[in-house]
């Protein structure tokens, strides 16, 4: 019996033999085969009850901000922003990432322990604010936007339920005050509501932001015309000169005749964008844009190149300066007059009202309102900045008009609109469209339009020169720059009459003279007289000198190079012209 095989090995057939040979293999423990399986099973049930309860955990943790993002999807949160940066590449406004605070009503256990914790550690926290906003039944509220670091950190350590932050895009800008007006501002949700900021939301942005396209990569800095170092040099002359005249406010730009780039700009008082609160002060308005005012004897030089450009005068066109000019009730008189009639030349050189008065009524009503609405100063300028306003003219243009707005009192315009204008006059007669972005002369000359024949340009450019060496603009005259200029002092009015003691002094000033790159434009509002002014007020005493300061800084910024012992303007700039009549 030992000898025989057993009788369960000898039925098994020969094909299931086969099978398990395959399966298992010969002489295999299959209990071993089996425990190892079902080890098997138990680590892989193991490690998905593990990922799940990692994933139950991660979405314990993180309740707070995922519930914000999914509840706030309704709520406007700060976006992203390129940055504005200036024709060098210095930043001028950036965003950068700021906590805020959020609360989730529905998950609050104690309503009042939140708030009493929460007002502790934030104490501008207004407690009835933040109560109504708790009780109520929606399923975020913002509590406070932009808070500090150390504030997420004190209130983080409360633990309170229902308490979140989320980080979002704060808008800064680095250079406070200094670029203010052109730069503008944003709202607590980061979109533009002034100044470039806000032409940013118009021209794009607001719609990348709705289709999710505006994020911090996608974004290229917007280059602005300006530069950051003439801006500072402007803003520091400027404020030194509105508390030296104790003026009400003070403000110039300076522009580029070729391609009608803003290079700086400048209205004091300004703000600090940082602190939007100082905005709202409507003291601070942007004066160069924004306000219209009656530009005084920088007129003038408009006037005159209506007449040179009509071929009806020349520089020695003689006009009656010897007495007053009496239309109607009305009485037209000169600062300081001379006595004697008078040469166009000496029309600009004396800034005699008189004389501008007489050359406008030889070019007629008509003629004068075509030529002042060709130059741009009749309709409201368009540039990118939102804020802007329509020049008052007058609703029925007499001639009693024209020899007001001859000398530059009756019509009202926005300064860089003028700016606009005599950029025209001298740069060879093309009245180009100012801008704060940057512009090749090529893209100028694409857009620009002949308002005036470049012979005429040479003659203003001849007649600036000359006030610059013999005339009101003396006091401006920085050697080496071969300045032109024209002043302009207007009297403002004061309960319906004008008042001699209240006055808006300009100047305005082309760098150089003989081949104008660049125009700057000074203004003091109300300054007062000083006893190293001979008690005067007049442009000729506060402005001019100003501007030459501003001159003197931002010359060789701009990369003018001083040139000396240049010959007079009768034979730098008028010999050059085809015609010196």
């Not at 000729?540 to 910024?557: C, F, K, Q, S, Y």
């Amino acid at each position: 019996m030992t000898g025989r095989r057993p009788i369960a090995r000898l039925a098994e057939p020969w094909r299931q033999r086969l099978i398990r040979s395959l399966l298992y293999g010969r002489n295999v423990d299959r209990a071993a085969k089996a425990r190892a399986r079902v080890g098997l099973a138990i680590l892989a049930f193991a490690v998905v009850y593990a990922v799940l309860a990692g994933r139950l955990v991660m979405f314990a943790a993180g309740a707070d901000s995922h519930g914000a993002r999914r509840s706030a999807s309704q709520d406007a949160i700060a976006t992203a922003r390129p940055d504005i940066v200036d024709r060098n590449g210095a930043i001028l406004a950036t965003d950068v990432k700021a906590p805020s605070l959020f609360g989730e009503p529905r998950r609050i256990i104690d309503k009042d322990e939140a708030i009493e914790l929460l007002t502790a550690a934030l104490p501008d926290l207004d407690t009835k604010e933040v109560r109504e906003r708790l009780s109520s039944r929606k399923g975020f509220v913002w509590l406070k936007r932009e808070i500090t670091p150390k504030q997420q950190h004190d209130i983080h350590r409360l633990g309170i339920p229902g308490i979140g932050f989320l980080r979002e895009n704060k808008r800064v800008y680095p250079t406070g005050a200094s670029v203010a007006h052109l730069i503008g501002l944003v709202n607590v949700d980061n979109q533009g509501i002034a100044g470039m900021e806000k032409w940013l939301d118009n021209n794009g942005l607001a719609d990348l932001h709705r289709a999710g396209f505006a994020t911090d990569r996608l974004q290229r800095p917007v280059e602005l015309s300006i530069d950051l170092r003439v801006e500072h040099a402007l803003r520091d002359e400027l404020m030194k000169a509105k508390e030296k005249y104790k003026a009400k406010a003070a403000s110039g730009l300076v522009s580029n005749v070729r391609t009608g780039e803003i290079v700086a700009l400048v209205s004091l008082p300004d703000f600090d964008p940082n602190n939007p609160k100082e905005a709202h002060d409507p003291e601070r308005i942007n004066r160069l844009t924004t306000g219209v005012f009656e530009m005084g004897s920088t007129f003038k030089a408009l006037t005159l190149a209506m007449a040179l450009d009509s071929g009806k005068a020349n520089l020695n066109t003689l006009y009656d300066g010897r007495g007053e000019l009496r239309f109607g009730k009305f009485t037209i008189h000169d600062t300081h007059p001379v006595g004697r009639p008078i040469t166009l030349s000496e029309v600009f050189t004396f800034s005699s009202n008189v004389g501008a008065a007489k050359i406008a009524l030889a070019q007629g009503v008509e003629a004068h309102k075509a030529f002042l609405k060709k130059l741009g100063q009749m309709d409201r300028l368009r540039t990118e900045l939102p804020e802007s306003s329509s020049p008052i003219v007058p609703k029925r243009w007499s001639e009693l008009n024209t020899i007001t707005i001859a000398f530059g009192h009756g019509i009202a315009v926005a300064p860089l609109q003028a700016v606009m204008g005599i950029n025209a006059v001298v740069n060879g007669g093309l009245l180009i469209p100012p801008t704060f972005l940057k512009r090749s002369e090529e893209e100028a000359r694409a857009m620009a339009k002949r308002v005036l024949k470049p012979e005429t340009s040479e003659k203003m450019r001849y007649l600036m020169r000359l006030n610059a060496e013999i005339g009101t603009a003396k006091k401006a005259d920085v050697k080496g720059y071969y300045i032109g200029g024209k002043t302009g002092t207007s009297e403002k009015v004061v309960a319906g009459r004008y008042s001699k003691k209240q006055v808006l002094n300009s100047f305005t000033a082309i760098i150089p003279a003989d081949n104008p790159q660049y125009q700057l434009l000074v203004m003091l509002d109300e300054p007062k007289a000083l006893p190293e002014t001979n008690g005067f007020i007049t442009s000729g005493w506060n402005a001019v000198p100003t501007g030459g300061n501003v001159i003197a800084r931002i010359g060789p910024l701009l990369g003018i190079e001083p040139r000396f012992d240049l010959p007079p303007s009768e034979r730098l700039i008028l010999a050059a012209s085809k015609t010196t009549q």
